[in-house]
């Protein structure tokens, strides 16, 4: 079982934790050998991180099955002189180093980007922190929800009793947390490129806050050119609801929900002569007058009446046979038995010992030809003896001295949390 092989050849050595933990894990799906260091005894917080577990309250989490999926781990003490050279020994042997912890850990360790280039000239750093390495909050603790918040990309409620279910005070997923794993693949390996053709290496950072920040241009670019920014007239300016009745979510006979999609006029019209409407054509639905809410508000309503004839089902074949942009509206446990997704081979299964087959989501990344079915993460230090005797050139004594003592030995590649 393997991820994909576009990056074979590529080896990246990572110290991460938590959510930057998925910047090594886009590059093992697409194939490169990612070596996370990992201190005793237990290794990366995710290990046990998130809502969900496999098997028992106490079991592996999901999210580490995802984000450490098909590394290797390697138990060293950071803090200790021996542990600190067996980074660097390490590091000499591999094209880019993945700092996801507080900005700076690795300079404090006296690891960092200096350091590096004085054992390996070509070596590529990324680091991926909350707050980045500079500013004034550099040094704050920060987690998935804060760098939504600091940007405005989430509703943050202040409920007087506390609330029963939610996140932060929003039933809202986080966006950046998920969004920066992506984004540090994607600036770690155009640096790899870069030093590939030059022989140099360089430094590249991704901030979680950063991430937020750029996430929507119609917010923060716009509001950043107030004097110059006007709204579209599609655009109801006043944010009263339905705002455009055009591009909006109905319900449907069964009680499930379609995301009606007709923003562009060929959609709308196709539509409208599909369901024998053709006297909403005229409507203007995109002036911005006095009249334009009533006018938004009376296609709504016809629209409610008319996708409330027909199922969610009903719908989707109907928008595939006239040419009608929308989708259903489903809830993760519609999607995972929705036909589109099956149909795409979006699963894979991997046997978990003690547990069973499990099954997960494959990376969104497709490669024609290969399959994707990567080993699950393994266990804190399960790799260590193996990575430092064949990538740093260790003996038995130098790995004894080296690893992590709080870890017992690794014997084999164990699966668990």
């Not at 405005?152 to 929003?170: N, Q, Y």
């Not at 705002?243 to 006979?253: G, I, K, N, S, V």
């Not at 379609?258 to 562009?264: D, E, K, P, Q, T």
């Not at 266990?379 to 080296?402: F, H, K, N």
Request: proline letters at 7%; charged letters at 25%; hydrophobic letters at 45%.
């Amino acid at each position: 079982m393997s991820g994909y092989s576009l990056l074979d050849g590529i080896r990246v050595l990572e110290v991460a934790q938590l959510a930057p933990s998925s910047v090594g894990g886009h590059l093992a799906d697409l194939g490169a050998e990612v070596i996370k260091v990992e201190a005793g005894p237990l290794g990366d917080p995710v290990r046990v991180g998130g809502a969900r577990a496999v098997g028992s309250p106490d079991g592996p989490a999901f999210m580490h099955l995802r984000w450490n999926r098909g590394k290797k781990s390697v138990a060293v003490d950071l803090r200790s002189p021996a542990g600190r050279q067996a980074f660097l020994d390490l590091a000499r042997e591999c094209d880019a180093v993945v700092e996801g912890m507080r900005g700076g850990y690795l300079d404090w360790l006296g690891v960092g980007y200096d350091s590096l280039r004085e054992v390996n000239p070509a070596i590529v750093l990324c680091t991926v922190s909350g707050m980045g390495g500079d500013g004034p909050y550099r040094t704050l603790g920060t987690g998935g929800p804060v760098f939504d918040a600091y940007a405005g990309l989430r509703e943050v409620r202040t409920p007087a009793e506390p609330p029963v279910a939610g996140m932060a005070g929003s039933t809202a997923p986080p966006i950046a947390m998920y969004a920066l794993g992506a984004y540090g693949a994607m600036g770690l390996l155009a640096a790899l490129l870069k030093a590939r053709a030059t022989g140099v290496g360089c430094r590249v950072e991704v901030a979680g806050i950063d991430v937020a920040a750029a996430w929507m241009p119609d917010l923060a670019d716009a509001e950043l050119n107030t004097s110059r920014s006007v709204p579209r007239p599609t655009w109801l300016p006043d944010g009263r609801l339905p705002d455009w009745p055009r591009l909006e979510a109905y319900r449907t006979r069964d009680g499930e929900a379609v995301l009606f999609g007709s923003h562009v006029e060929k959609f709308w019209q196709n539509f409208l002569r599909a369901v024998d409407r053709e006297d909403l054509i005229d409507v203007d639905l995109t002036s911005t007058d006095d009249g334009a809410p009533a006018r938004a508000d009376m296609v709504w309503r016809a629209l409610t009446e008319i996708f409330a004839q027909r199922t969610r089902a009903e719908w989707i074949a109907m928008f595939l046979e006239h040419e009608i942009a929308g989708g259903p509206v489903n809830s993760i446990g519609d999607m995972l038995v929705d036909p589109h997704f099956r149909a795409r081979g979006n699963t894979y299964r991997v046997a978990h010992d003690g547990v069973g087959d499990l099954e997960f989501v494959v990376s969104p990344v497709r490669v024609a030809g290969e399959e994707f079915a990567p080993p699950l993460p393994p266990d804190v230090g399960a790799d260590t003896s193996e990575v430092l005797r064949t990538v740093a050139g260790y003996d038995d004594a130098q790995i004894a001295v080296a690893a992590d003592p709080r870890v017992p030995a690794a014997g084999g590649r164990a699966h668990s949390g």
